[in-house]
């Protein structure tokens, strides 16, 4: 594994209190093997001996250091979770054990906080293209009630806005003689889970008919 080359904390605390958070460069410090491997790396003293070329040690008056992997379900390195002490660890084995079952947590908590990162971006790029498509977008539950519409959709069928279509049943805009053929054709989607292109004749606000052609899915919770 090559791992990253430069790293940049998200919580750090020295001194009894929370401190600004820092980047620092990976190699030549104790914290190297920790993400390169994957391994916890304990080192009891002299460690600023050990890495002489890591300045933080000695701004730090560091004599020991413990770190170890933060690592989501599939075994990623996420990041790593490390102490360092101005005095030698005397306990590694039960320092060890106590630091591991934090960073079990951490990496917990660093997974949730990804998950629910990238499903905010998702929903904002599907946001984005919803509402700036040219085309008519309109979304209705199983009772045939619209949820979801964007602005074309409000425009072709005659209304201001979107919110003067919403909470209406759909086949309200489709032409009386075409709905029971639209409501065929919106079973056949959701028992076959396939796209499928329906026409039928739309009704606009004001009572014009036009002629539609639509593509439509279901869509699973």
């Not at 790396?41 to 933060?70: H, I, R, T, W």
């Not at 539950?141 to 964007?150: A, E, Q, W």
């Not at 979107?162 to 209406?168: F, M, P, Q, S």
Request: charged share 30%; hydrophobic share 40%; aromatic share 8%.
């Amino acid at each position: 594994m090559e791992g990253p080359h430069k790293l940049k904390t998200l919580g750090f605390w020295a001194g009894g209190e929370v401190q600004p958070n820092i980047e620092y460069l990976v190699a030549g410090t104790p914290c190297e093997k920790v993400v390169k491997k994957g391994v916890p790396c304990f080192y009891p003293s002299q460690v600023q001996k050990l890495f002489p070329e890591d300045k933080d040690l000695v701004a730090m008056n560091a004599d020991s250091y413990l770190g170890v992997p933060l690592l989501d379900p599939a075994g990623t390195l996420l990041g790593h979770l490390c102490i360092l002490d101005t005095k030698p660890f005397r306990d590694e084995k039960t320092t060890l054990q106590l630091l591991q079952v934090f960073a079990a947590r951490a990496a917990s908590e660093l997974v949730r906080i990804r998950t629910e990162d990238a499903l905010r971006e998702s929903e904002e790029r599907y946001r984005t293209l919803f509402e700036t498509s040219p085309d008519v977008i309109l979304v209705f539950d199983m009772n045939m009630k619209l949820i979801l519409g964007n602005k074309p959709a409000a425009t072709v069928f005659g209304y201001e806005n979107v919110d003067e279509v919403l909470n209406k049943d759909v086949l309200d805009f489709v032409a009386p003689e075409d709905r029971e053929r639209a409501r065929e054709g919106i079973r056949t989607i959701v028992e076959t889970g396939k796209v499928q292109t329906l026409e039928y004749r739309g009704l606009k606000k004001d009572g014009t008919r036009f002629s539609i052609e639509t593509s439509a899915s279901a869509l699973h919770d």
